[in-house]
């Protein structure tokens, strides 16, 4: 067995594996030697194969107190200990990964050996630690964005898959030698001095993952459109249309008060817009007036 | 009346929403805008008996006239309905 250690935005997780279990590229860019946090504050894992999925799925179970949040991929229920979860992909028969909180900062994760290649993929591993979880704790959330750097701070785009959002990021490569921090996901966190968007070891099918972190600059929630348009997204809309691209466990009514309470700060501190868009330069042009706009008021 | 689903009733930016929370959160996406006297419906649906009580309720506390107020009881009410939010609790089925 080997541990490894790795920070997410200000979160420590410690994973606690057999040496020679695959592990997701994308997750050793957070990498670090030692904790930098005291002891208790680290998110420990103890990871291992296991060939019956089905009996601590059993043994579990048993120990389950209240009722059952059920999904196809994903099952969440309770025990005295803390939260379980039994992981599966969409229309799997079987469970491919079950997670067991132990303790507060303690949790045991068994994957089901025939899922070993499977492991090297980031959603597939880090599914299985309960990430949005454990930063929520550091009162960090994650959005659906394509993140870029922009003159030194953080653009991001957001919009349900299939929008256009890293998309869009590229055009902004292409046409003004920005980059892409992620191309699906950033960590949004509140500093003493402000909002940064932190790295995130997963980035869906874009491929683009780097570990650094900007102060947001801006969030463009965007939507398809044959003409480019900017505009200042407020209120409960912007609510909406965010909510619905920020990580958060439904089921857990604590964790969406907080998400909640968190929204509201960063709407009354981050400027939010709408970005109708289709793909050319006029549509890089138009968000670019309008950020250079603000950063001229806010000068 | 009873509420039969699991929602978080909040004020955020200003507004009133519902957002499904729990094993509802699962089966619901996304939030339920609410007007003023929505989110008092919501919040005294399960103290009253009838929808003559209710529409009582919503004159007693707001300042509109009965017909609007009955109005706004039966469209929310029948929206909670129809969509399983809450289910009726006496057995003739009139609340």
């Keep these: 067995m080997v541990t490894r250690n790795y920070r997410i935005g200000h979160t420590e997780i410690a994973l606690t594996m057999p040496e020679e279990m695959p592990c997701p590229e994308n997750l050793s860019k957070f990498r670090i030697a030692e904790p930098e946090r005291a002891k208790e504050e680290v998110i420990r894992y103890q990871i291992e194969y296991t060939d019956d999925i089905e009996g601590i799925k059993g043994q579990l179970l048993e120990m389950k107190t209240g009722r059952e949040i059920y999904r196809d991929d994903l099952t969440v229920f309770q025990t005295e200990q803390g939260e379980c979860r039994f992981l599966k992909f969409r229309g799997a028969k079987q469970h491919y990964a079950v997670s067991a909180q132990e303790q507060d900062n303690r949790y045991h994760i068994w994957f089901d050996k025939s899922v070993e290649k499977m492991l090297v993929f980031d959603t597939v591993f880090l599914a299985a630690l309960c990430l949005e979880k454990q930063v929520m704790r550091d009162d960090a959330w994650i959005l659906h964005s394509a993140y870029m750097c922009y003159h030194d701070t953080a653009v991001l785009f957001s919009a349900p898959s299939g929008t256009g959002k890293s998309t869009q990021a590229d055009q902004w490569e292409t046409y003004r030698g920005t980059w892409t921090v992620n191309g699906d996901k950033s960590l949004l966190v509140r500093e003493p001095d402000g909002w940064y968007a932190h790295g995130w070891p997963i980035c869906g099918s874009s491929e683009i993952c780097n570990n650094k972190a900007y102060p947001v600059r801006a969030i463009v929630m965007l939507s398809q459109a044959t003409e480019n348009r900017v505009y200042p997204l407020k209120g409960i809309q912007a609510v909406r249309e965010l909510l619905a691209q920020i990580t958060v466990n439904g089921w857990n009514s604590e964790f969406q008060i907080k998400a909640m309470d968190r929204l509201e700060v960063l709407l009354q501190e981050v400027p939010v817009y709408k970005q109708e868009c289709d793909i050319s330069e006029e549509a890089v042009r138009c968000l670019e007036r309008c950020l250079e706009t603000d950063s001229r008021k806010d000068a | ?95």
């Design chain 2, 1 to 95: 009346m009873k509420i039969i689903k699991e929602f978080i009733l909040r004020e955020i930016a200003g507004e009133c929403v519902l957002v499904p929370t729990g094993a509802t959160s699962q089966e619901f996406n996304g939030m339920i805008t609410m007007s003023e006297t929505a989110k008092f419906i919501w919040e005294n649906l399960e103290q009253v008996d009838s929808l003559e009580e209710m529409v009582q309720l919503i004159l007693d506390n707001y300042e509109i006239d009965e017909e609007t107020a009955k109005k706004d009881a039966v469209a929310f009410i029948g929206a909670l309905l129809q969509n399983g939010f809450a289910e009726c609790t006496k057995e003739d089925q009139t609340w």
